[in-house]
């Protein structure tokens, strides 16, 4: 299990991979708003739990590992925030709360929203009593 402050980290790094490589601890610590001497407690423990590859003066990437749960964890909150936009909650509400609720809801909680989401843009103009008969025929939606 890996903790909501670790999941964080890596979602940001990931982020910030998009724009180059080797991401510095000093971007880490303004995309999250945080101190840079918090940022380097973290690295550490980001380091001695394989999820990042670190190199002094270059910064951090993650590692294989890192990438997976950081993937999950967007995946997560992607899912969390379609779903709430659904229920017409504005988009910097929604992006807010999917960002508290990514870290507490189980893994089968998410398998289920992640099916619901994808039967709902397939199919806009369903309603539950649909989606509860596929769900039951347990065929991919």
């Not at 270059?58 to 969390?80: C, F, M, N, P, W």
């Not at 909650?89 to 508290?100: F, L």
């Not at 709902?120 to 103009?125: G, M, Q, S, V």
Request: charged share 35%; aromatic share 10%.
């Amino acid at each position: 299990m890996v903790s909501e402050s670790i999941e964080d980290y890596l979602e940001a790094i990931y982020i910030l991979m998009d724009k180059e490589r080797y991401i510095k601890t000093k971007e880490i610590a303004s995309y999250l708003e945080i101190s840079d001497p918090s940022v380097s407690e973290m690295i550490q423990k980001l380091k001695e739990k394989s999820f990042i590859d670190y190199k002094k003066y270059r910064g951090v990437k993650l590692t294989e590992k890192g990438t997976y749960i950081a993937e999950d964890v967007i995946e997560s909150h992607q899912t969390i925030k379609k779903f709430l936009l659904m229920l017409e909650i504005s988009d910097e509400n929604a992006d807010k709360d999917a960002c508290r609720v990514e870290h507490y809801l189980s893994n089968e909680t998410i398998g289920q929203l992640k099916r619901f989401v994808k039967f709902i843009e397939k199919n806009p103009d369903a309603g539950i009593n649909e989606f509860r008969e596929i769900d039951k025929s347990n065929s991919e939606v």
